[in-house]
T-cell receptor
Framework: GAVVSQHPSRVICKSGTSVKIECRSLDFQATTMFWYRQFPKQSLMLMATSNEGSKATYEQGVEKDKFLINHASLTLSTLTVTSAHPEDSSFYIC??????????????FGPGTRLLVL | RKEVEQDPGPFNVPEGATVAFNCTYSNSASQSFFWYRQDCRKEPKLLMSVYSSGNEDGRFTAQLNRASQYISLLIRDSKLSDSATYLCVVNLRNTGFQKLVFGTGTRLLVSP
């Protein structure tokens, strides 16, 4: 199998607080994990690529100091939204690749985390 | 211009019908192509990869036309369970980590 979990599934927080989202590969080792977000009625957008043991690679326009990514083990990556604001409210989805995350490899997606910042 | 464009639909079809979705992509250097399905408020799930020679998986057939930068998905004998949003996905990078770019999806509603 290839099961990816995320926690929490939904979170409501006040503006200015930080929120941590966990992404775990449950039955395989994920060298590479990807973080996406999806605003209502829009497509998934890649935010960053995280490789175990090294710094994440962020897509253009994504603030690395605001969206902190840690990929400390082969089964866990975390995304921390620091000082969240209402415009950060979105559906955050992670995915994991069994291999290096290149070419035609399949990405297995987690169930997503709905963040609402009040 | 969007990197991946799809008709948002919805496509309303009866059970048993054949339906086709199209997608165009703007980056001619794109290397790999996929169709995902996404159910309402859920994560996307891989339906199939798309190869230049065309490929089939049961009731689903995918085609790629690199010259026209066009991808298609054909669903035969539609089932109620096929109702979902179908996402056309392109990997922009030919080296290094994938960068999957998702279309906004085409919504399919299959009715009894």
């Amino acid at each position: 199998g290839a099961v990816v979990s995320q926690h929490p599934s939904r979170v409501i927080c006040k503006s200015g607080t930080s929120v941590k989202i966990e992404c775990r590969s449950l039955d395989f080792q994920a060298t590479t994990m990807f973080w996406y977000r999806q605003f209502p009625k829009q497509s998934l957008m890649l935010m960053a690529t995280s490789n175990e043991g090294s710094k994440a690679t962020y897509e253009q326009g994504v603030e690395k100091d605001k969206f902190l990514i840690n990929h400390a083990s082969l089964t866990l990556s975390t995304l921390t939204v620091t000082s969240a604001h209402p415009e950060d409210s979105s559906f955050y989805i992670c995915s994991a690749s069994k291999g290096a995350g290149t070419g035609r490899e399949t990405q297995y997606f987690g169930p997503g985390t709905r963040l609402l910042v009040l | 211009r969007k990197e991946v464009e799809q008709d948002p639909g919805p496509f309303n079809v009866p059970e048993g019908a054949t339906v086709a979705f199209n997608c165009t992509y703007s980056n001619s250097a794109s290397q790999s192509f996929f169709w995902y399905r996404q159910d309402c408020r859920k994560e996307p799930k891989l339906l199939m990869s798309v190869y230049s020679s065309g490929n089939e998986d049961g009731r689903f057939t995918a085609q790629l036309n690199r010259a026209s930068q066009y991808i298609s998905l054909l669903i035969r004998d539609s089932k109620l369970s096929d109702s979902a949003t179908y996402l056309c996905v392109v990997n922009l990078r030919n080296t290094g980590f994938q960068k999957l770019v998702f279309g906004t999806g085409t919504r399919l509603l299959v009715s009894p």
